[in-house]
């Protein structure tokens, strides 16, 4: 089963929406504005509808008319409230000096106040509204700003933290001032009672996707006397308020939900939302040790939970709990793709691991007990994972055998762990700042003492991390002592039957290290590559051929920007980093079942290995191969050499990293490299048992 925990980004459509929808499109499909049978059926219906949300919303009064979502609603208060203010401006009346808007708000709210402040040349300042720790309004700053605001912005909740926002206090803030008021009302929509004849708001938009309704429905209240102005003139339709022939579906649907809402018998009541949250926080707590929650102490919407795990990034969190089915977002759904820290946690002043850290869980009004109990014994199962991997704080009972050559990335930045299992030691090579927590646990979670810590170019950044990572893996077991540098008098480790040995030739400053085995130099760690798509001749690489370099020796990138993960000698002693073609790799899913169908292919699932440990039972692709991504290189050269005419079929979930390895792959010579187009998110052909035989 899924764990929908993502309804803040937003909800499924309640099956007696999807019903109304379809009797809407089958029965009502009339024109509201036809005077005939039909259309006054329609009619009906829009009415019935507006009316329903009248009492939900507490707004009696006052225009409240169907949009396609909130960005247009929002968009339309802006350019309502922005053309008001500049025909006072016109008319030589009392000018607003800025326009204001919480620093949290919605993106959707500074942007549409940049873009008709532009456009409508006004050219006001646009200010953030500072919020607190707790992401509260700084009450006072607004009122000291009020007297001089023209619009002022503020959302009823916020969308990933899920704060209540003191609407009170806001207005009281606002008393005796002329600014207009705009509240985004999206997340409070069937969550708060927002009453909005109570108070002086002037424009609220709503969203129906965000409260079980399709995507493309929406709902704008303008307060009666408020100034308006269409964003969409047309052919009257919403007496001239919103042009456009009425989303018949889509309201019908958004009033299949309000009137569930109104009879109060299918959503959670408040307590049992507040109780199904105390469980799923005390079920992260127990599963994730050094779990903040990044909402303080403000009033919160009991459906909304924003946390960061200390030393566990946002990025392996959400690829583990997706792998386990349960899908949650960094932050905003509109900023998922992004991967930058959270601007709503900076706002508050939050540290910055937590801005980076920050995973927002959020569950729906209709989710009852059972589902709560599943999501809760899945968080802990991904916990458990998460333990077991050495990805936590805390020590693994069992070290997984680590493979050869790991390579984690900051940025381009590239730094490889040299691993043997069996001396149960480390080699570190080109650290950097930001990578030192990470190496120093995965270190940690199999058990691996670090030897050195070896630098391809005398580089101050480089020389900082070393010795922090010196300093933080002290507790490793004790070997020979971390050495800084690696000489060519030291004694050779071997690393999984592959001698480490120091390379000669390359210029003042740069320092290259080599991977033998018998007598072959299988990967060359040298810093940076040339650049080029083209072979490119090294000058060093005569005197590595005396020491095993040979024609397909793997050579890796200290900056690798581009993925290329390794370039490869070339016959003549050169080595090329041409780029493939990137859509060439692509295999789509009937291909795909087509070669599972023939037994043919080598399949490699390319998720680190939790993601695997997490997956539900059933899913996945079965007698694959499991080679997480980070330690890619060290399956290359097998792939190279002895599979080189076996079809490669990589896949993880979303086809992005399996895309990468496939690209690699190609460019560095095996003309059947693939990735399943889509991922596991795509993948639908018969589910079957994974049985891992891992090779790293
Ligand atoms: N405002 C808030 C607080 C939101 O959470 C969202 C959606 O994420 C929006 C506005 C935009 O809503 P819509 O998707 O309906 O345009």
């Not at 969550?191 to 704008?220: C, M, N, T, V, W």
């Not at 798509?533 to 020796?553: C, F, I, N, Q, Y």
């Not at 003549?572 to 780029?579: H, L, P, R, V, Y």
């Not at 440990?613 to 399956?635: K, M, N």
């Amino acid at each position: 089963m899924e764990i929908y925990l993502d309804a803040n980004a937003t909800t499924p459509v309640l099956p007696a929406a999807q019903q109304a929808a379809l009797a809407a499109m089958a029965d009502g499909f009339g024109n509201p504005s036809s005077i005939h049978g039909s259309g006054l059926k329609a009619r009906f219906l829009v009415d019935q509808v507006r009316a329903s949300a009248r009492r939900v919303l507490g707004a009696p009064t006052g225009q409240l008319f169907f949009t396609s979502g909130a960005t247009e609603g929002i968009h339309t208060s802006v350019l309502s409230a922005l053309s008001e203010l500049r025909r006072r401006r016109d008319a030589g009346e009392c000018a607003a000096q800025a326009l204001l808007y919480g620093a949290t708000e919605h993106k959707a709210v500074p942007q549409a106040l940049h873009h008709w402040n532009a456009l409508l040349g006004l050219d006001l300042p646009v200010l953030a509204i500072p919020v607190d720790g707790n992401g509260r309004h700084d009450l006072a700053w607004l009122r000291a700003q009020a007297p001089k605001a023209g619009l002022v912005c503020t959302m009823a909740a916020n969308n990933e933290t899920g704060v209540i926002s003191d609407l009170d206090g806001i207005a009281d803030a606002l008393r005796g001032s002329a600014a207009l008021w705009l509240v985004d009302g999206v997340q409070a929509l069937g969550k708060l009672s927002l009453q909005l004849i109570e108070r002086r708001i002037d424009y609220a938009p709503f969203s129906g996707h965000k409260f079980y309704a399709p995507k493309g429905i929406g709902l704008l209240y303008v307060r009666a006397g408020a100034p308006f102005t269409p964003l969409l003139t047309g052919g009257g339709q919403e007496a001239g308020w919103r042009g456009g022939t009425e989303n018949i579906a889509g309201i019908a649907a958004l009033g299949a939900v309000l009137s569930a809402w109104e009879a109060g018998d299918l959503f959670q009541p408040p307590a049992a939302l507040a109780a199904h949250r105390a469980q799923l926080v005390q079920a992260l707590r127990e599963s994730f040790p050094g779990l903040v929650l990044n909402c303080g102490d403000a009033p919160c919407l009991p459906t909304t939970l924003n946390f960061a795990v200390r030393g566990v990034g946002s990025r392996l969190l959400l690829d583990l709990f997706d792998a386990a089915e349960v899908r949650v977002s960094g932050g905003s759904a509109c900023s998922a793709a992004k991967a930058e820290p959270s601007y709503v946690l900076q706002a508050m002043g939050l540290p910055e691991w937590q801005t980076q850290a920050a995973v927002r869980l959020s569950f729906g009004a209709l989710d009852g007990p059972e589902f709560i109990a599943a999501a809760c014994a899945r968080l802990r199962r991904c916990g458990q994972v998460l333990r077991a991997r050495g990805l936590s704080s805390e020590s693994p009972a069992q070290a997984y055998a680590p493979p050869l050559v790991t390579r984690m990335q900051h940025g381009s930045a590239c730094c490889y762990l040299l691993a043997d299992g069996d001396s149960g030691e480390c080699i570190v090579v080109d650290p950097v700042a930001e990578l030192v927590e990470p190496i120093t646990r995965w270190l940690h979670g199999r058990h691996l003492a670090l030897r050195a810590v070896l630098c391809t170019e005398e580089a101050p950044a480089i020389d900082a991390a070393a010795w922090r990572l010196r300093e933080a893996t002290g507790r490793c077991r004790a070997g020979t002592g971390p050495a800084h540098a690696w000489s060519a008098d030291a004694d050779r480790p071997v690393l999984a039957g592959h001698e480490l040995i120091v390379l000669p030739g390359l210029p003042r400053g740069r320092q290259a290290w080599g991977l033998r085995q018998d007598a072959k130099l299988r990967y060359v760690l040298a810093g940076d590559l040339p650049q080029s798509a083209a072979p490119t001749r090294m000058p060093w690489l005569d005197h590595w051929a005396a020491l095993g370099a040979v024609s397909g020796t793997l050579l890796l990138p200290r900056a690798d920007g581009a993925g290329l993960f390794a370039a490869r000698l070339g016959a003549a002693g050169s080595a090329s980093t041409c780029m493939g073609d990137d859509t060439a790799v692509m295999l789509d899913g009937a291909a795909a079942t087509a070669l599972l169908a023939q037994g043919a292919g080598l399949w490699v699932d390319v998720r680190e290995a939790h993601e695997r440990d997490v997956q539900v039972p059933g899913r996945g692709i079965a007698a694959s191969r499991s080679v997480p991504l980070s330690g890619l290189l060290s399956a290359l050269p097998q792939w190279l050499e002895q599979e080189v005419h076996t079809p490669v079929v990589f896949y993880c979930r979303s086809g992005n990293r399996s895309a990468q390895a496939a690209r690699a792959l190609r460019r560095l010579g095996h003309a059947s490299a693939w990735s399943l187009a889509g991922g596991l998110a795509l993948w639908s052909a018969p589910a079957v048992d994974c049985s891992p035989e891992s090779v790293a």
